[in-house]
């Protein structure tokens, strides 16, 4: 858990395989295994240092029956794990690949793609614009590209992020090379959209249990986690939680929409309330006070800050999920907001400064080496996981 899957889709040539790998970087590895019931196999790839998987759609642009069973085979892998509950085989985010200057060109890429894409309908799509190697001309194809994919029969919400990007260094002639660009902008973008990508895919999916629900809201919650992290990570005074505002902002919305809490006023005020427990209450400050207290804590500000941003995200989400599902199931009020806030905040005092501490902890035994950031977020998608 707490890893997405991100399908990458573009005609052949297009550059898929080369952006993976510069994604992924030097460690990338092929996924364990996993084949659907057609017997078909697909390409998943992932890597320690980048939190989600990444499935290579290849001949996705070749003939019409290629680009059938390859959309089939990625259908069935999601399909034939949601009914255990599983989430971890849905698609979160899928990158449309694009490429060429011509209004028509883009156009119908964006176009097929989009078609080709129909069982995700509300995934959050980021389009790269591959081979992009006249920085010239990247504002205005970035601009062409929103147009257009305002034509397509996709939702304009779906469109997360266009990106320009030059995945390999380039030869442009005998002394003039185009340097890699727009690979942490591909990677910042996809974490973000990840939380919702989770919520989108599960909503897909057209019915499910509680059990799934909590599912999907433990992935939920995993994703905004590792976003705390990389925001807890920046080396600026992290004083108070008021930089997490964004992502549990997102966290709380995607997790109100799984529950069904809704958008009217009433809502807006549970949610409000939630919010001000995780980012300005005496108890938020109390437990990173706690946290940055630890004794005998042996790792870099930084690595620090990002866990308590980690764990505070997860603990937020743990507390907002319980509040929902009560009021899902019947037992609670939308509009007890005073037994929301306790709950929340009880979780903060309580569970955060518990959890968080082991966390901490734990960090100090990380081999020297090893990706400190990325042993964070095992760290905490092992400790939401392991929830009742
Ligand atoms: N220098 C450079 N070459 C690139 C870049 N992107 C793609 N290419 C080249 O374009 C060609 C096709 O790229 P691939 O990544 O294999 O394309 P693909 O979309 O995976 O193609 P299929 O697997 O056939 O669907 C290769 O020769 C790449 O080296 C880039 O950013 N920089
Ligand atoms: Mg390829």
Redesign the pocket.
């Known amino acids: 858990m707490g890893f997405g899957n991100v399908l990458v889709i ?13 994604v992924l970087g030097p460690d990338m590895r092929i996924a364990p295994a996993t084949s659907s019931k057609g017997g078909q196999r697909l390409e998943i790839y992932e890597s320690l240092s980048v939190p989600f998987r990444i499935i ?1 759609a ?5 003939s019409f029956l290629a680009r059938q069973l390859s959309i089939r085979a990625v259908k069935n892998w999601s399909k034939d794990n949601a009914l255990d509950g599983d989430v971890d085989n849905d698609i979160n985010v899928i990158w449309f ?1 694009v490429e060429g200057k011509s209004r028509k060109l883009i156009r119908q890429q964006l176009a097929d793609l989009s078609r080709a894409t129909d069982v995700w309908r509300s995934v959050p799509v980021i389009v790269v614009i ?2 992009s ?1 006249a920085a010239t001309e990247r504002e205005e194809n970035i601009a062409l590209v929103r147009e257009q994919f305002a034509r397509t029969r996709r939702r304009a919400e779906n469109l997360k992020a266009v990106i320009p ?7 442009l002639d005998e002394t003039t090379f ?1 340097a ?1 660009e727009g690979i942490p902008e591909l990677i910042a973008a996809t974490n973000e959209a990840m939380p919702e990508g989770v919520r989108a895919a599960g909503e897909d999916i057209a019915s499910f249990s509680l059990k799934r629900r909590r599912a999907v809201a433990r992935s939920i919650v995993a994703a905004s986690a590792t976003a705390g992290v990389a925001v807890g990570a920046v080396p600026l005074p992290f004083s108070d939680a008021l930089i997490l505002t964004p992502i549990e902002s997102a966290l709380v919305n995607a997790l109100a929409t799984l529950y069904g809490i809704g958008k009217g006023s009433t809502a807006k005020k549970l949610m409000g309330t939630i919010l001000e427990v995780g980012t300005v209450s005496t108890a938020a400050r109390a437990a990173i006070s706690a946290l940055k207290a630890v004794p005998g804590v042996n790792v870099g500000a930084s690595v620090l800050n990002a866990a308590i941003a980690g764990s505070i995200v997860a603990a937020i989400g743990e507390g907002t999920m319980r509040v929902f599902e009560r009021i899902y199931v019947g037992d609670k009020s939308i509009d007890d907001l005073d037994w929301a806030r306790e709950l929340v905040e009880s979780r903060l005092s309580k569970e955060l400064v518990a959890q968080g501490t082991k966390i901490v902890g734990k960090l100090s035994g990380v081999s020297a080496g090893a990706d400190p950031l990325k042993a964070v977020v095992a760290l905490i998608s092992e400790a939401i996981a392991s929830k009742q």
């Not at 573009?10 to 510069?22: E, F, P, R, V």
């Not at 290849?58 to 070749?62: A, L």
């Not at 990007?165 to 030869?171: E, F, G, H, P, S």
């Open positions: 573009g005609s052949s040539g297009i550059g898929k395989t080369t952006l993976i790998k510069a290579d290849h001949d996705m642009g070749g690949c591959t081979k190697y990007v030059v995945a390999d260094t380039y030869q185009v890699p």
